[in-house]
């Protein structure tokens, strides 16, 4: 078999979605990737397009050489079956707010469930609130502590650039590996909305900052087989049943479109186009950590191996956003790793749009592109513990990228 009926064949055991990026359906994942949905006839009409056709700007070409790859990194994602921790318990004299197991979505909900947060630690109107881990679900839910009236410190074994949020994809994936349908129940997604539309409405204010922490950029989803062949095929196994809430926000992003044959430097026959909101990490960081410090936000470096531990800080109030390292400092066993790489290609300041094709996720950030091989759907990476970087796997992705650009036409072409 050539490797081009390889790729071709590959490409039919993919996801039946239209897009896997399509609006919500984009992958994500604190630093890895995959998303669930609904597929067939009736997700076909909920995510058809508008009639209308806006034609597709100039498109820069990626530059995919595995010899551009400048850094690999892997997390480890904090899946709970359940969805997120976000009950509270005394530990002798200390009040202790749970919030981490956010799976993929911990940037995407960061916002809503750091203010369910809050509002339990604020309860009794504490003067000072200590919050543990300094990742994304850290850092927002100190901000939103001092705008509650708290003076807030920050305990941490790790600051932003050395956690593990840092090594997100950095797209907004709500419900990227949050739980599992039956074992959540239904009324996590009433609470997952909830999340979803404050986060979503919160990121609206980070919008056209300097250094654009947070931006919106297009997405191209390539395929070489219609949406009814895909469907034919049948899905990606799902043994576990990973949930899907996005149709709960459908409002909130445009509808993918099927682009016109021939609108694209894509050669591919079937072109699907969507939006999405993508958070460059290192900016946005930065601009969260300079506004909690700007508001009289202390940092302390520490490691805490016990949860009696806890009771020994000044404050009496703790906001505990520990991530993964939750299963280790609380014995919290209903943790599952969800293990993630992502090859880093050097920055194209005129790349500004996502793809996906034949199992390869692209996030155009500022700091570094986004490459990630996500075949497999939710059940790759699940359960694995090894951080241990593989560059064949990226040098494997970037190939199949290469691939696609070897065919790509400039945009006089078009």
């Known amino acids: 078999m050539s490797s081009r009926e390889t790729t071709s064949l590959d490409r039919r055991r993919l996801l039946r979605g239209s897009a896997l990026f399509g609006g919500l359906g984009l992958l994500g994942l ?9 597929s067939g006839p009736a997700a076909r009409q909920a995510n058809a397009g508008p009639s209308h056709f806006d034609p597709v700007p100039p498109l820069a070409p990626l530059r995919a050489h595995t010899d551009r790859l400048f850094d690999l990194t892997v997390c480890l994602r904090p899946f709970r079956a359940a969805g997120p921790r976000l009950d509270t318990e005394q530990i002798g004299d200390t009040l202790v707010v749970h ?8 940037w995407s909900l960061s916002w809503g469930s750091g203010t369910i947060a809050v509002r339990k630690a604020m309860a009794n109107s504490p003067r000072e609130v200590a919050v543990i881990g300094c990742g994304a679900l850290g850092l927002t839910s100190a901000i939103l502590a001092q705008r509650a009236g708290a003076k807030v410190t920050i305990y941490a074994k790790d600051l932003l650039p050395q956690t593990r949020s840092s090594r997100a994809t950095g797209a907004w994936t709500p419900d990227s590996r949050i739980a599992l349908t039956q074992a959540a129940g239904p009324a996590f997604g009433e609470l997952w909305e909830q999340m979803a539309r404050t986060s979503f409405k919160t990121y609206r204010s980070y919008l056209g900052l300097p ?29 576990l049943g990973f949930a899907s809430y996005r149709s709960r926000i459908r409002d909130l992003t445009p509808r993918e479109e099927l682009l016109p044959a021939g609108s694209t430097p894509f050669q591919d026959p079937y072109v699907y186009r969507s939006e999405m909101m993508i958070f460059n990490i ?39 956003c520990p991530g993964y390292g939750g299963r280790a400092l609380w014995k919290d066993e209903t943790i599952t790793p969800v293990r993630g790489q992502i090859g880093w290609l050097i920055p194209q300041p005129e790349l500004n749009y996502g793809l996906y094709y034949n199992g390869v996720s692209v996030v155009p950030r500022r700091d570094g592109i986004v490459v990630q091989a996500v075949h497999g759907g939710d059940m790759k990476g699940y359960g694995d513990l090894n951080e241990t970087t593989d560059r064949a ?22």
């Open 282 to 320: 290192a900016d946005y960081g930065h601009t969260l950590m300079a506004d909690f410090l700007a508001a009289g936000g202390q940092i302390r470096q520490r490691e805490f191996h016990a949860p009696s531990d806890l009771t020994q800080l000044p404050e009496k109030v703790v906001i505990n």
């Open 30 to 38: 604190g630093g890895c990737a995959t998303a669930s949905g609904a």
């Open 393 to 414: 796997e990226s040098e494997q992705a970037v190939s199949v990228l290469a691939d696609l650009y070897s065919r790509f036409r400039a945009p006089h072409q078009v």
């Open 211 to 239: 250094g654009t922490p947070v931006e919106w950029v297009d997405q191209y989803s390539i395929f070489d087989l219609s949406q009814e062949q895909r469907d034919a095929i049948g899905d990606r196994p799902d043994p």
């Open 99 to 106: 919030n981490y197991g956010h799976g993929g979505s911990g």
